[in-house]
């Protein structure tokens, strides 16, 4: 029998023997057998904890690695949607039935209950994938359970009118401007690459501050954020029902800046708890009080340090009661990032 070659000779392949196909197969599994027991002994990589907030999954199908088949796809008769929240809770919709539970992440191991398994190694994740993995402890297998990305609108999942809206964490770094050949004949290139060089030396800084207060009154807030990147621009989002949007731009000093992240520092936010939440039956009974409070969300990024923490009830009310135990330093820190944002030199638009 004549030996089937893969693809077509030509100049460029057949510098050498062409392989043949049972020897590309053979290669094939070895490099995928490789990479398996590479994963299965080292791990797979870390994934940070902002990866999985605030993403929303429909499960698509279940795969049997070592025989690379589907052995379960979703169709009309099985819909599964997940819901990763901010306070390391997760809502799922099976059939259009809402449920709840916990889910906790340590390296690249998800904490999470899933078809009677508790936890998955994450083996890919992006904006429109995620993988969890799971190995059967009999060694009878390794399956892959693949979800894609789906938006708000097209999930079953209803946000109450006390959670935090949905904002962008972190926006994609702006690729620098490409220099034209007058300004690279002028010597201005090296001016530019000076200039780059400086700012990769810069520990990278982020802020972002959302919701807080109550919403209720004459003219109900619903939009509260303000964002501090680390060029230095400080952008403050204000909206009511009866408003439009205000946007407030300005820009804030490198040294400013940096002062600041070191005051964040130095009051121990890295430390705190992730989530400040009631301890009260008075705390759990004004969450549901008009009007009705609105969780506050602290984000920090300074270099390879993040936390986000969050306040189930911030602000006073009629009562002027502190409903949330929580760090004072919190209160300093918040205060801080509000007097930057309503400094007279404040640059006001709308849209």
């Not at 797979?44 to 052995?71: D, M």
């Not at 060089?197 to 982020?206: G, L, M, N, P």
Request: hydrophobic share 35%; proline share 5%; charged share 25%.
């Amino acid at each position: 029998m004549k030996t089937t070659q893969f693809g077509s000779p030509t100049k460029h392949l057949n510098r050498g023997k062409s392989m043949k196909y049972p020897q590309l197969l053979l290669a094939s599994f070895l490099i995928l057998l490789s990479a398996n027991l590479f994963a299965q002994r080292f791990g797979y990589p870390s994934v940070h904890e902002r990866q999985l907030i605030g993403t929303k999954w429909r499960y698509a199908y279940t795969l049997h690695i070592e025989s690379n088949t589907t052995v379960h796809q979703a169709d009309k008769d099985y819909q599964y949607f997940l819901f990763f929240k901010y306070d390391f809770t997760f809502e799922q919709s099976l059939h259009g039935k809402l449920s709840k539970g916990n889910w906790s992440l340590s390296g690249g191991t998800l904490f999470y209950p899933f078809r009677n398994i508790k936890k998955f190694e994450i083996a890919a994740i992006n904006n429109k994938a995620l993988v969890l993995e799971f190995q059967q402890p009999n060694s009878s297998g390794t399956y892959q359970y693949h979800f894609v990305a789906v938006d708000s609108k097209d999930a079953p999942f209803v946000r109450p009118a006390n959670e935090l809206p949905e904002v962008i964490v972190e926006a994609e770094p702006k690729q620098p401007k490409r220099r034209s050949w007058w300004a690279i004949l002028k010597g201005g290139d090296d001016e530019q690459k000076k200039a780059e060089t400086k700012r990769k030396e810069q520990t990278y800084i982020s802020v972002e501050l959302i919701g807080g207060g109550y919403y209720g009154g004459i003219d109900p807030v619903i939009k509260d954020f303000t964002r501090i990147t680390t060029d230095g621009r400080l952008i403050h989002e204000f909206q009511t029902v009866n408003n439009p949007l205000r946007v407030v731009k300005k820009n804030i000093s490198r040294k400013e800046l940096e002062d600041f992240a070191q005051y964040i520092m130095d009051n121990k936010f890295f430390q705190m708890q992730r989530m400040y939440d009631c301890n009260s039956p008075a705390c759990e009974k004004r969450k549901v009080m008009k009007p009705t409070p609105i969780p506050l969300r602290l984000t920090v990024t300074y270099g390879d340090k993040k936390r986000m923490v969050t306040i189930a009830i911030w602000g006073d009310d009629n009562y002027k009661m502190k409903y949330v135990d929580y760090p004072p330093a919190l209160d300093n820190i918040i205060e801080a990032i509000q007097r930057m944002t309503h400094r007279i030199d404040d640059k006001l638009t709308r849209s």
